[in-house]
């Protein structure tokens, strides 16, 4: 099924625009029209009524010639008490009555519109006015005029299409000029996104100079490519800490490969396959923790389940027995809401990291705190520097005295236990301590009363 077209907006603008005045002047024209022929009828009405009360005047005065001057184009008549003609204007000279109505018993005077009167061809508006006190009883005096046409003048109908046709020009023009002067910085911002490319994520949109929402759409554009680019290099600082990281497994074991071919006879071969596996365990670490931040990045959703903290210390310390001996100060009924194969896997990092740098003994805590779930892994290692201490949560760090391939870390295990934390809903940061690193992990404590809620 296709879809129409839409009209560019220029057009659509204009004929918006257009249409509206055109509509504001028709009713406005209307009303103009209305208002005249209202004037202009009454105005003919007082001016027929003068006219015939100029003959009343001369009748009771007995100065009634048989034939009346012309007034001003009010056709007159005076008809007496038995109908006949007595006196009238020259243009009605022998022609009968041209009206048999008389006014109401009640009023003198009364108009009505003949089409036409007796003896003419036209319709007329005819007033009739009673003469009381003639011979033989009342008389009737007539007055004639033209009635106004529904246009009231030609003239002015002419200068009300000329002046609507004048405003819709200005409108349309001054529509085009505004509306040509607002999309320039759309087309101009437009035009630039157009030629921005994946390799060329450092230009910006040009922000116009007044400060409307054009503005505001380009700060915001340019807000989104500045984190579109924050997000390139990102990528590429990570496709290349990646690449480095998985190729330096992947050549220790080439290297033990090709020195025991060379050498068949003089290899021990157990121990070469030993070292091998170190370097394939290595590079399973890492997949592993790529992988696992791919499903983060993703926000892939495991399982929610009611989670004890206390448990999970005890349970991955069972599972995983640490050379370097833990002590735990661990507080009963702490529970959050979570995936617990990704709390798992955070709590094994922290303690992976404290274990690495650990020159004793390493002190996990679980407590509740203002309604938050607090866990906190010490190590009685050398700590972070507090200019390190957001650098180390950034994948692929690794800090000078953790950069030698024996310290078994891939960088990505700090990374993934804070955006792991973060997908709860809680945090993880470093905070201070007497001695070594305190990495202090807060999640939304769950209660029994909000098991019920749900």
Request: glycine share 6%.
């Amino acid at each position: 099924m296709f879809k129409r077209k839409a009209w560019p907006l220029r057009a659509r603008m204009t004929l918006l625009t257009c249409s509206a005045m055109g509509i504001t002047c028709l009713v406005a024209g209307i009303l103009v029209l209305v208002g005249t022929r209202d004037e202009a009828i009454s105005y003919k009405r007082h001016h027929a009524e003068e006219a015939a009360h100029s003959v009343l005047h001369r009748l009771q005065r007995g100065r009634l010639p048989s034939s009346l001057p012309s007034t001003g184009g009010v056709l007159i008549q005076v008809v007496d008490a038995r109908g006949r003609v007595v006196a009238s204007v020259p243009e009605l000279a022998g022609r009968p009555p041209i009206a048999a109505f008389r006014p109401a018993e009640d009023t003198s005077i009364e108009a009505r519109t003949l089409c036409p009167p007796r003896g003419m061809d036209r319709c007329m508006d005819v007033l009739a006015l009673r003469a009381y006190g003639q011979p033989g009883g009342e008389w009737t005096i007539y007055a004639a005029d033209e009635p106004i046409p529904w246009y009231t003048s030609g003239v002015l109908v002419a200068f009300l299409i000329a002046a609507t046709l004048a405003l819709l020009l200005l409108t349309a023009l001054g529509t085009i000029r505004t509306v040509n002067r607002t999309l320039a910085p759309v087309e101009a911002i437009r035009a630039e996104l157009a030629e921005i490319s994946a390799s060329d994520t450092g230009r910006r949109v040009p922000v116009p100079k007044t400060r409307d929402e054009i503005r505001l759409l380009a700060e915001t554009v340019n807000g989104t490519l500045a984190r579109l680019d924050a997000a390139m290099i990102q990528m590429r600082r990570f496709t290349s800490d990646a690449s480095h990281d998985l190729r330096t497994p992947i050549a220790a074991a080439r290297a033990l490969v090709e020195e025991a071919l060379l050498y068949p006879e003089e290899t021990d071969w157990p121990v070469t396959a030993i070292e091998i596996l170190h370097s394939l365990d290595r590079l399973q670490a890492i997949v592993t923790d790529l992988l696992e931040l791919a499903a983060l990045d993703a926000g892939a959703k495991q399982p929610v389940e009611t989670v004890d903290l206390a448990a999970l210390v005890t349970n991955e310390l069972d599972r995983h027995p640490r050379r370097i001996p833990v002590a735990t100060s661990l507080a009963s009924g702490v529970t959050v809401r979570g995936e617990p194969l990704r709390l798992s896997r955070l709590l094994g990092n922290l303690l992976d990291n404290a274990e690495r740098h650990a020159a004793s003994e390493i002190h996990v805590t679980v407590r509740a705190e203002d309604g938050t779930a607090v866990m906190e892994v010490l190590d009685d290692g050398s700590g972070i520097p507090p200019e390190h201490r957001e650098l180390v949560f950034q994948r692929f760090t690794r800090l000078d005295t953790a950069r030698n391939r024996d310290a078994g870390g891939t960088g990505l295990g700090l990374p993934i236990a804070r955006q792991t934390a973060e997908a709860h809903g809680g945090s993880l940061v470093v905070e201070d301590s007497p001695k070594g690193a305190r990495l202090v992990l807060r999640l939304p404590l769950h209660t029994p009363s909000d098991e019920q809620d749900s």
